[in-house]
């Protein structure tokens, strides 16, 4: 059993930490909104007045944070409290060069840290099955592991600090193209008169196959469990596929490389939250491709 400071208890955090207590270790948690600490004191997470309160006897301090700014601001604090030689994970989707510098932060302090971000969602983290992408020390990643295991079930060490971040990333810019080519095909496809089913039957089992189609598919009918049956209510809202995208992008230019497909799918993210559909699941990008085709 381990002691945890959880810092970061919204709709993954608190679900997290919650897995945490259900595989037997002693988690005290911090957020800043009262509301969402309650929430997670009733799934067994002792809260803290302070984040420096919640990590001052940990083992394993977690954070799971909106963006870079908040983890460095939460890391530069807490780090000053944590006992020398608790191992630092941030889970939350960040820049590539914020969680470079929180690794740094965190060797200056004399701690082992990993990025660990993941995917699968809310569910995911309900049902402990999420993915982790790991970047840091080999063991720094070995001491993590065991804990990653209590709230997923795939654990990747993908190589040294920001590692994790890179391929998180590098994933959701090929979720946000795939996406989009999956949506213009039935757009397209609709122009023809081709029925959703024929095209469905045919681009599943050939070389269009991707899971943008065949688990996530944007029109109703094919795969009952995916947003297009339910109002694009999310899953996986638009704004996030946006704030992925641009996370890529900003790492294609610190790095040099070259992404025109996701430079222009996060436009076409940027317009359709623009027109006030960012809380969409990211699939509703159908709607948006069909009206500008109209
Ligand atoms: P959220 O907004 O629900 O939770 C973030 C929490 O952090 C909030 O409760 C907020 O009050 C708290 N917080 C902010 N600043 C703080 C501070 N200084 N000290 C303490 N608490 C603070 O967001 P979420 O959906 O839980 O996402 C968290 C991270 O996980 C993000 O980086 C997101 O991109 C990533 N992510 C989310 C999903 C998803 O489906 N929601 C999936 C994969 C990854």
Same mark, same amino acid.
């Given at each position: ?6 810092? #970061? ?8 930490? @919650? *897995? ?15 509301? *969402? ?6 799934? #067994?997470?002792?809260? @803290?007045?302070?984040? @420096? ?70 569910? #995911? ?45 590098? *994933? ?25 089913? @024929? ?33 694009? *209510? ?61």
């Amino acid at each position: 059993m381990s002691t945890i400071g959880f810092i #970061g208890l919204g709709n993954m955090g608190a679900p997290m930490a @919650a *897995n945490l207590v259900k595989a037997g270790h002693r988690v005290i948690g911090y957020d800043l909104l009262p509301a *969402n600490a309650a929430a997670a004191e009733a799934e #067994g997470v002792a809260i @803290a007045s302070t984040a @420096a309160d919640a990590v001052r006897d940990a083992d394993v301090v977690v954070t799971m944070l909106p963006a870079g700014r908040h983890v460095l601001a939460v890391w530069a604090d807490v780090l000053t409290h944590a006992r020398r030689g608790a191992l630092f994970i941030d889970s939350s989707t960040i820049d590539v060069d914020s969680a470079r510098q929180a690794h740094d932060l965190a060797a200056q302090a004399g701690m082992a840290s990993v990025d660990a971000p993941v995917s699968g969602g809310t569910g #995911g983290a309900k049902a402990g099955t999420l993915t982790f992408m790991c970047g840091g020390a080999a063991e720094a990643f070995a001491t993590a592991r065991p804990l990653l295991e209590a709230m997923g079930k795939k654990i990747v060490h993908c190589g040294d600090a920001g590692a994790g971040q890179a391929a998180k990333i590098c *994933n959701n810019m090929i979720l946000g193209i795939s996406m989009i080519g999956v949506c213009e095909a039935f757009a397209l496809g609709e122009k023809l008169g081709l029925s959703h089913q @024929a095209l469905f039957d045919v681009a599943s089992t050939s070389s269009g196959q991707c899971w943008s189609l065949t688990t996530y598919c944007p029109v109703p009918g094919p795969v009952p469990t995916s947003p297009a049956n339910n109002g694009y *209510n999310p899953g996986f809202a638009a704004a996030l596929m946006l704030k992925d995208l641009r996370l890529s992008q900003d790492a294609a230019q610190s790095a040099g490389a070259s992404t025109p497909l996701g430079q222009h799918a996060a436009q076409i993210y940027e317009a359709f939250e623009a027109a006030g559909f960012g809380g969409k699941d990211f699939s509703g990008i159908i709607e948006h491709l069909r009206q500008k085709s109209a």
